[in-house]
Protein backbone atom coordinates (compact mmCIF):
# COMPACT_ATOMS: atom_id res chain seq x y z
CA UNK A 1 0.00 0.00 0.00
CA UNK A 2 3.26 2.11 0.63
CA UNK A 3 3.28 2.08 -3.44
CA UNK A 4 -0.07 3.70 -3.76
CA UNK A 5 0.97 6.36 -1.90
CA UNK A 6 3.76 7.37 -3.59
CA UNK A 7 4.22 11.22 -4.64
CA UNK A 8 4.50 11.29 -8.38
CA UNK A 9 4.35 15.00 -10.02
CA UNK A 10 2.51 16.29 -6.69
CA UNK A 11 -0.30 13.74 -6.50
CA UNK A 12 0.36 10.32 -5.17
CA UNK A 13 -0.53 7.19 -7.34
CA UNK A 14 -3.46 6.45 -6.05
CA UNK A 15 -4.71 10.02 -6.87
CA UNK A 16 -3.43 9.21 -10.73
CA UNK A 17 -5.24 5.94 -10.50
CA UNK A 18 -8.49 7.67 -9.63
CA UNK A 19 -8.28 10.16 -12.40
CA UNK A 20 -7.18 7.92 -15.40
CA UNK A 21 -10.50 5.66 -14.40
CA UNK A 22 -12.61 9.00 -14.11
CA UNK A 23 -11.06 10.01 -17.36
CA UNK A 24 -11.76 6.64 -19.18
CA UNK A 25 -15.44 6.52 -17.37
CA UNK A 26 -16.01 9.74 -18.85
CA UNK A 27 -15.15 8.94 -22.31
CA UNK A 28 -16.89 5.73 -22.65
CA UNK A 29 -20.13 7.68 -21.20
CA UNK A 30 -19.97 10.47 -23.76
CA UNK A 31 -19.27 8.25 -27.06
CA UNK A 32 -22.18 5.88 -25.68
CA UNK A 33 -24.22 8.92 -24.78
CA UNK A 34 -23.93 9.84 -28.31
CA UNK A 35 -24.15 6.82 -30.07
CA UNK A 36 -27.58 5.89 -28.04
CA UNK A 37 -28.98 9.68 -29.05
CA UNK A 38 -27.62 9.41 -32.93
CA UNK A 39 -29.39 6.04 -32.57
CA UNK A 40 -32.80 6.97 -30.77
CA UNK A 41 -33.04 10.15 -33.66
CA UNK A 42 -32.16 8.08 -36.53
CA UNK A 43 -35.11 6.09 -35.90
CA UNK A 44 -37.63 8.74 -34.93
CA UNK A 45 -36.69 10.56 -38.18
CA UNK A 46 -38.27 8.21 -39.98
CA UNK A 47 -41.39 8.29 -38.25
CA UNK A 48 -41.46 11.82 -38.32
CA UNK A 49 -41.81 14.77 -41.03
CA UNK A 50 -39.95 17.58 -39.20
CA UNK A 51 -36.76 18.00 -39.63
CA UNK A 52 -34.98 19.31 -36.22
CA UNK A 53 -34.65 15.11 -35.32
CA UNK A 54 -32.41 14.85 -38.09
CA UNK A 55 -30.86 18.33 -37.35
CA UNK A 56 -29.85 17.08 -33.74
CA UNK A 57 -28.42 13.56 -35.44
CA UNK A 58 -26.69 15.06 -37.88
CA UNK A 59 -24.99 17.32 -35.65
CA UNK A 60 -24.00 14.51 -33.44
CA UNK A 61 -22.46 12.97 -36.11
CA UNK A 62 -20.27 15.16 -36.34
CA UNK A 63 -18.59 15.35 -32.65
CA UNK A 64 -14.97 14.44 -32.85
CA UNK A 65 -13.65 11.94 -30.87
CA UNK A 66 -10.11 14.96 -30.10
CA UNK A 67 -13.24 17.09 -28.83
CA UNK A 68 -13.97 13.73 -26.26
CA UNK A 69 -10.57 12.91 -25.20
CA UNK A 70 -10.05 16.67 -24.01
CA UNK A 71 -13.26 16.96 -22.13
CA UNK A 72 -12.35 13.84 -20.63
CA UNK A 73 -8.63 14.35 -19.74
CA UNK A 74 -10.14 18.17 -18.00
CA UNK A 75 -12.26 16.04 -15.74
CA UNK A 76 -9.59 13.39 -14.58
CA UNK A 77 -7.92 16.83 -13.95
CA UNK A 78 -9.99 17.73 -11.56
CA UNK A 79 -9.20 15.25 -9.78
CA UNK A 80 -5.60 16.00 -9.17
CA UNK A 81 -3.96 18.77 -7.40
CA UNK A 82 -1.86 20.18 -10.60
CA UNK A 83 0.40 23.84 -10.37
CA UNK A 84 -1.68 26.86 -11.98
CA UNK A 85 0.32 26.92 -14.98
CA UNK A 86 -0.78 23.60 -15.91
CA UNK A 87 -4.02 23.61 -14.62
CA UNK A 88 -4.80 27.04 -16.47
CA UNK A 89 -3.30 25.17 -19.80
CA UNK A 90 -5.60 22.44 -19.66
CA UNK A 91 -8.35 24.97 -19.46
CA UNK A 92 -7.11 26.68 -22.39
CA UNK A 93 -6.89 23.46 -24.59
CA UNK A 94 -10.39 22.38 -23.58
CA UNK A 95 -11.87 25.87 -24.43
CA UNK A 96 -10.44 26.15 -27.89
CA UNK A 97 -11.53 22.76 -28.41
CA UNK A 98 -15.17 23.15 -26.82
CA UNK A 99 -14.63 26.30 -29.77
CA UNK A 100 -13.43 24.18 -32.57
CA UNK A 101 -16.40 21.64 -31.77
CA UNK A 102 -18.96 24.27 -31.80
CA UNK A 103 -17.64 25.55 -35.15
CA UNK A 104 -18.27 22.11 -36.51
CA UNK A 105 -21.50 21.60 -35.22
CA UNK A 106 -22.64 24.95 -36.31
CA UNK A 107 -21.06 24.67 -39.72
CA UNK A 108 -22.83 20.79 -40.16
CA UNK A 109 -25.96 22.90 -39.03
CA UNK A 110 -25.75 25.35 -42.01
CA UNK A 111 -25.25 22.68 -44.31
CA UNK A 112 -27.81 20.90 -43.20
CA UNK A 113 -30.20 23.79 -43.42
CA UNK A 114 -28.44 25.31 -47.05
CA UNK A 115 -29.33 21.23 -48.05
CA UNK A 116 -32.92 21.29 -47.22
CA UNK A 117 -33.56 24.08 -48.49
CA UNK A 118 -32.15 23.21 -52.07
CA UNK A 119 -33.92 20.28 -52.57
CA UNK A 120 -37.05 21.93 -51.43
CA UNK A 121 -36.70 25.35 -53.45
CA UNK A 122 -34.31 24.10 -56.70
CA UNK A 123 -37.72 23.23 -58.80
CA UNK A 124 -39.13 26.56 -58.24
CA UNK A 125 -36.84 29.38 -57.73
CA UNK A 126 -33.30 28.33 -58.62
CA UNK A 127 -32.22 31.82 -58.10
CA UNK A 128 -33.10 31.85 -54.84
CA UNK A 129 -30.97 28.58 -54.07
CA UNK A 130 -27.78 30.39 -56.03
CA UNK A 131 -28.09 33.38 -53.71
CA UNK A 132 -28.64 31.27 -50.31
CA UNK A 133 -25.58 29.02 -51.51
CA UNK A 134 -23.28 32.07 -51.68
CA UNK A 135 -24.59 33.01 -48.10
CA UNK A 136 -24.53 29.85 -46.53
CA UNK A 137 -20.74 30.25 -47.39
CA UNK A 138 -20.26 33.89 -46.15
CA UNK A 139 -22.29 32.63 -42.70
CA UNK A 140 -19.26 29.74 -42.31
CA UNK A 141 -16.47 32.24 -43.05
CA UNK A 142 -17.98 34.89 -40.47
CA UNK A 143 -18.39 31.67 -38.26
CA UNK A 144 -14.89 30.59 -38.46
CA UNK A 145 -13.35 33.69 -38.11
CA UNK A 146 -15.52 34.63 -34.81
CA UNK A 147 -13.77 31.10 -33.45
CA UNK A 148 -10.33 31.83 -34.64
CA UNK A 149 -10.42 35.26 -32.93
CA UNK A 150 -12.05 33.47 -29.68
CA UNK A 151 -9.37 31.02 -29.71
CA UNK A 152 -6.83 33.66 -29.96
CA UNK A 153 -8.18 35.90 -27.29
CA UNK A 154 -8.54 32.58 -24.86
CA UNK A 155 -4.75 31.92 -25.60
CA UNK A 156 -4.09 36.22 -24.31
CA UNK A 157 -3.29 37.17 -27.87
CA UNK A 158 -4.76 40.84 -27.76
CA UNK A 159 -7.31 40.30 -30.53
CA UNK A 160 -8.15 44.23 -30.91
CA UNK A 161 -4.44 45.12 -31.96
CA UNK A 162 -4.51 41.89 -33.99
CA UNK A 163 -7.22 42.74 -35.78
CA UNK A 164 -6.13 46.50 -36.57
CA UNK A 165 -2.91 44.77 -38.17
CA UNK A 166 -4.60 43.13 -40.27
CA UNK A 167 -6.17 46.04 -41.36
CA UNK A 168 -2.60 48.03 -42.50
CA UNK A 169 -1.12 44.16 -43.53
CA UNK A 170 -4.59 43.34 -45.64
CA UNK A 171 -3.66 45.97 -48.09
CA UNK A 172 -0.03 44.06 -49.17
CA UNK A 173 -2.24 40.47 -48.64
CA UNK A 174 -5.09 42.22 -51.09
CA UNK A 175 -2.47 43.14 -53.82
CA UNK A 176 -0.57 39.62 -53.73
CA UNK A 177 -4.27 38.04 -54.61
CA UNK A 178 -5.64 40.34 -56.37
CA UNK A 179 -6.77 37.95 -58.72
CA UNK A 180 -8.74 35.73 -56.20
CA UNK A 181 -10.21 38.78 -55.03
CA UNK A 182 -11.56 39.79 -58.58
CA UNK A 183 -12.80 36.13 -58.85
CA UNK A 184 -14.65 36.80 -55.68
CA UNK A 185 -16.63 39.83 -56.39
CA UNK A 186 -17.79 38.28 -60.06
CA UNK A 187 -18.52 35.62 -57.50
CA UNK A 188 -20.74 38.17 -55.60
CA UNK A 189 -22.29 39.84 -58.58
CA UNK A 190 -23.35 36.73 -59.52
CA UNK A 191 -25.53 35.66 -56.87
CA UNK A 192 -26.89 39.57 -56.35
CA UNK A 193 -27.69 40.74 -59.70
CA UNK A 194 -28.17 37.00 -61.20
CA UNK A 195 -27.12 37.15 -64.53
CA UNK A 196 -28.05 33.24 -64.88
CA UNK A 197 -28.64 30.19 -62.26
CA UNK A 198 -28.31 26.96 -61.68
CA UNK A 199 -29.95 24.76 -64.36
CA UNK A 200 -29.57 27.57 -66.72
CA UNK A 201 -28.34 26.67 -70.22
CA UNK A 202 -25.93 29.20 -71.63
CA UNK A 203 -23.71 29.69 -75.06
CA UNK A 204 -20.46 31.67 -73.82
CA UNK A 205 -18.47 31.90 -77.37
CA UNK A 206 -17.85 28.49 -78.53
CA UNK A 207 -19.10 26.79 -75.43
CA UNK A 208 -22.44 25.61 -74.08
CA UNK A 209 -23.53 23.64 -71.51
CA UNK A 210 -25.81 23.80 -68.28
CA UNK A 211 -24.56 25.46 -64.87
CA UNK A 212 -24.22 22.80 -62.47
CA UNK A 213 -22.48 24.91 -59.81
CA UNK A 214 -21.26 28.74 -59.08
CA UNK A 215 -18.59 29.03 -57.11
CA UNK A 216 -16.23 31.15 -55.27
CA UNK A 217 -13.49 31.33 -57.98
CA UNK A 218 -15.21 29.58 -60.70
CA UNK A 219 -18.32 28.38 -61.94
CA UNK A 220 -18.85 25.27 -63.60
CA UNK A 221 -21.38 23.36 -66.51
CA UNK A 222 -21.76 20.43 -68.27
CA UNK A 223 -21.79 20.21 -71.63
CA UNK A 224 -24.01 18.37 -74.04
CA UNK A 225 -21.26 15.78 -74.63
CA UNK A 226 -20.76 15.28 -71.00
CA UNK A 227 -17.42 16.68 -70.20
CA UNK A 228 -17.63 19.79 -67.40
CA UNK A 229 -16.40 22.70 -68.23
CA UNK A 230 -14.64 25.33 -65.64
CA UNK A 231 -15.01 29.30 -66.28
CA UNK A 232 -13.64 31.86 -64.18
CA UNK A 233 -15.84 33.97 -62.78
CA UNK A 234 -14.25 37.11 -63.80
CA UNK A 235 -13.60 35.71 -67.48
CA UNK A 236 -17.31 34.57 -67.40
CA UNK A 237 -18.57 38.38 -66.49
CA UNK A 238 -16.47 39.81 -69.21
CA UNK A 239 -18.03 37.12 -71.87
CA UNK A 240 -20.82 37.41 -74.23
CA UNK A 241 -22.78 34.85 -72.43
CA UNK A 242 -26.55 33.51 -74.37
CA UNK A 243 -28.79 32.78 -71.45
CA UNK A 244 -31.32 30.54 -73.06
CA UNK A 245 -32.46 29.39 -69.47
CA UNK A 246 -34.03 33.02 -69.77
CA UNK A 247 -35.76 32.04 -72.86
CA UNK A 248 -39.62 32.11 -72.63
CA UNK A 249 -40.09 30.49 -76.23
CA UNK A 250 -38.31 30.48 -79.58
CA UNK A 251 -37.77 32.07 -82.48
CA UNK A 252 -37.46 29.79 -85.53
CA UNK A 253 -36.72 31.17 -88.70
CA UNK A 254 -36.12 28.49 -92.18
CA UNK A 255 -35.67 29.01 -95.45
CA UNK A 256 -37.61 26.48 -98.73
CA UNK A 257 -36.41 26.75 -101.56
CA UNK A 258 -38.57 25.52 -104.94
CA UNK A 259 -37.15 25.53 -108.82
CA UNK A 260 -37.64 27.94 -110.98
CA UNK A 261 -39.94 25.92 -113.14
CA UNK A 262 -42.59 26.23 -110.72
CA UNK A 263 -45.72 27.68 -112.06
CA UNK A 264 -46.95 30.89 -110.55
CA UNK A 265 -50.24 29.44 -109.49
CA UNK A 266 -48.46 27.08 -107.35
CA UNK A 267 -45.45 29.58 -105.97
CA UNK A 268 -49.17 31.70 -104.55
CA UNK A 269 -49.95 28.74 -102.70
CA UNK A 270 -47.03 27.81 -100.87
CA UNK A 271 -47.10 30.55 -97.42
CA UNK A 272 -50.56 29.01 -96.83
CA UNK A 273 -49.07 25.37 -97.54
CA UNK A 274 -46.14 26.27 -95.03
CA UNK A 275 -48.68 27.92 -92.93
CA UNK A 276 -51.08 25.08 -92.43
CA UNK A 277 -48.19 22.95 -91.86
CA UNK A 278 -47.02 25.01 -88.85
CA UNK A 279 -50.09 25.68 -87.13
CA UNK A 280 -50.97 21.83 -87.48
CA UNK A 281 -48.18 21.52 -84.27
CA UNK A 282 -49.37 21.78 -80.89
CA UNK A 283 -47.23 24.56 -79.40
CA UNK A 284 -47.05 26.84 -82.49
CA UNK A 285 -47.36 30.13 -82.98
CA UNK A 286 -47.21 31.24 -86.69
CA UNK A 287 -45.73 34.55 -87.50
CA UNK A 288 -45.42 35.11 -91.51
CA UNK A 289 -44.07 33.38 -94.79
CA UNK A 290 -42.82 35.35 -97.64
CA UNK A 291 -41.28 34.89 -101.10
CA UNK A 292 -38.30 35.67 -100.43
CA UNK A 293 -36.06 36.38 -103.05
CA UNK A 294 -34.62 34.75 -106.42
CA UNK A 295 -31.90 32.74 -105.48
CA UNK A 296 -29.09 31.62 -107.48
CA UNK A 297 -30.94 27.98 -108.11
CA UNK A 298 -34.14 28.33 -106.30
CA UNK A 299 -36.94 30.63 -105.45
CA UNK A 300 -36.83 31.15 -101.99
CA UNK A 301 -39.53 31.40 -99.08
CA UNK A 302 -38.86 32.76 -95.83
CA UNK A 303 -41.29 31.57 -92.69
CA UNK A 304 -40.80 32.71 -88.83
CA UNK A 305 -42.50 31.02 -86.53
CA UNK A 306 -42.44 30.58 -82.85
CA UNK A 307 -42.56 27.68 -80.65
CA UNK A 308 -43.81 28.15 -77.10
CA UNK A 309 -40.99 26.29 -74.85
CA UNK A 310 -37.39 27.36 -74.60
CA UNK A 311 -36.75 23.14 -74.94
CA UNK A 312 -34.42 22.38 -77.76
CA UNK A 313 -35.79 18.72 -78.36
CA UNK A 314 -39.41 19.89 -78.53
CA UNK A 315 -38.56 22.52 -81.26
CA UNK A 316 -36.30 20.19 -82.97
CA UNK A 317 -39.58 17.72 -83.09
CA UNK A 318 -42.06 20.47 -83.91
CA UNK A 319 -39.43 21.06 -87.23
CA UNK A 320 -39.07 17.78 -87.71
CA UNK A 321 -42.99 17.43 -88.26
CA UNK A 322 -43.39 20.26 -90.26
CA UNK A 323 -40.47 19.59 -92.60
CA UNK A 324 -42.52 15.77 -93.56
CA UNK A 325 -45.67 17.40 -93.94
CA UNK A 326 -44.29 20.15 -96.22
CA UNK A 327 -42.33 16.63 -97.92
CA UNK A 328 -45.86 15.08 -98.43
CA UNK A 329 -47.86 18.67 -99.65
CA UNK A 330 -45.69 19.69 -101.89
CA UNK A 331 -45.39 16.14 -103.25
CA UNK A 332 -49.50 16.31 -103.93
CA UNK A 333 -49.03 19.34 -105.32
CA UNK A 334 -46.23 18.61 -107.65
CA UNK A 335 -43.77 21.62 -106.30
CA UNK A 336 -40.36 20.24 -106.40
CA UNK A 337 -37.83 21.49 -103.96
CA UNK A 338 -34.80 22.85 -105.44
CA UNK A 339 -31.24 21.61 -105.39
CA UNK A 340 -27.57 23.11 -106.80
CA UNK A 341 -28.10 22.66 -110.65
CA UNK A 342 -25.89 24.51 -113.31
CA UNK A 343 -27.11 24.74 -117.08
CA UNK A 344 -24.98 25.58 -119.98
CA UNK A 345 -25.76 27.13 -123.01
CA UNK A 346 -23.42 25.64 -125.73
CA UNK A 347 -22.99 27.67 -129.33
CA UNK A 348 -21.92 26.27 -132.14
CA UNK A 349 -20.47 28.67 -134.24
CA UNK A 350 -20.86 28.07 -138.27
CA UNK A 351 -17.49 28.23 -140.70
Known sequence: MDFLNTTFYGNSIRDWGIAALVGLVTLVALRFIIRVLVKQLAALSERTE????????????????????????????????????????????????????????????????????????????????????????????????????????NLGVDVTTLVAGLGVGGIAVALAVQNVLSDLFASLSIVLDKPFVIGDFLVIDSYLGTVEHIGIKTTRLRSLSGEELIFSNTDLLGSRIRNYGRMSERRVVFTVGVTYETPREKL?????????????????????????????????????????????????????????????????????????TQTLYVSKEQS
Open 50 to 153: TGWDDLVSGILRKTKLVFIVVVAIFVASLVLTLPSEVGQLLTSVTVIALLAQGGIWATAAISFWLDRYRKRQAPEDRAAVTTVTAMGFVGKLVLWSVVLLLALE
Open 268 to 340: EKIPQIIQQAVEAQDGTRFDRSHFMKFGDFSLDFETVYYVQVPDYKTYMDIQQAINLQLCARFEEDGIAFAYP
